[in-house]
Structure formats: structure tokens, C-alpha cells
């Protein structure tokens, strides 16, 4: 998991754009989200070094389930409100190759009440692939949570 998010990922994308000599500005987020379940199915792959980014851990989806074998979003089973989602790849990218073409641009706050103490919540926006148009999924609220209430 992230215990300061926002930190951390400014400073993910400062320290790539410093080694590949990118421009600060003109660069951003891509993530994806992996078929990895915990730390040992990452480390049992060969080649899964990442050289820019991270992986992340201990985020819920709600209001939409994940298919794990189609890697894509689908709609949420009955009296399961929150799903865990495997492994998010995040890595840095230049926004000028960044392409969301059938993905759903998925608000991602530190709890499920979508804010903090002091009103703040949104940390970044997750790319979650879909089949379906991203609009169906903001009127279901769809949202990744790093902690979810029990």
C-alpha cells in the first residue's frame, strides 16, 4: 500500500523524468492493473523488474467488480460492494504517449468516504480497462479506495 500517496508519486514521475530526460511537466501516470495476487507471484516472473514505477498494493474497487481473466471491469455482483483488486502497475509516462483509448479514468481516494479530515481525498486516476462506455461506470460511482471501512 501507499502511506503518503501523493508524495510518492510525484516523486515516481520527478525521478524518471530526471534519468530519461523528460520534461516535468509534460509528463504523467499510466497504470495497469496486473494479474498479480501478492508479492510472490511478482517475484516468481522473470522480467519483472521495473526500471520506472512501482507496484501497488491493498486497493478496493467499488461499485464494479474486476474480471480477473479479461482484465476489465464488469458490473458489480449482487451484495458485493467492494472488490479487491490485484496488483496496480503504475508508471510514469510522457503525456504525449499516453493513450486511455477503452479505459475508464477511475478516481482513486485514500477512504471510502471519498475524503479525509480535512476535505481531501483524491490521490490520482487509475486507467481500468472496460468493454463498456466510461459513462455507465461514473454514474455507478465506480471508485478505487486504499482503505476500506468494515
Not at 58 to 78: F, I, T, V
Not at 90 to 107: D, H, M, N, W, Y
Not at 111 to 127: I, K, M
Request: net charge positive; hydrophobic share 35%.
Amino acid at each position: 500500500g501507499l502511506h503518503i500517496p501523493e508524495s510518492y508519486l510525484t516523486a515516481l514521475v520527478q525521478t524518471t523524468c530526471r534519468r530519461k530526460g523528460w520534461p516535468l511537466d509534460k509528463s504523467t501516470m499510466c497504470t495497469f492493473v496486473t494479474k498479480y495476487k501478492n508479492v510472490d507471484d511478482i517475484s516468481k516472473e522473470k522480467g519483472n523488474t521495473l526500471m520506472d514505477g512501482s507496484y501497488v498494493s491493498g486497493l478496493y474497487l467499488e461499485g464494479a467488480g474486476w474480471n480477473s481473466d479479461l482484465s476489465q471491469l464488469e458490473r458489480q455482483k449482487p451484495k458485493e460492494l467492494v472488490v479487491d483488486l490485484p496488483f496496480l502497475q503504475v508508471v510514469p509516462i510522457e503525456s504525449s504517449r499516453l493513450k486511455s483509448q477503452g479505459a475508464f479514468r477511475t478516481p482513486v481516494y485514500t477512504t471510502s468516504q471519498r475524503r479525509n479530515a480535512a476535505g481531501v481525498g483524491l490521490v490520482f486516476e487509475a486507467d481500468l480497462s472496460t468493454n463498456i462506455h466510461a459513462s455507465f461506470w461514473a454514474l455507478q460511482g465506480v471508485a478505487i479506495v486504499m482503505n476500506k471501512s468494515d
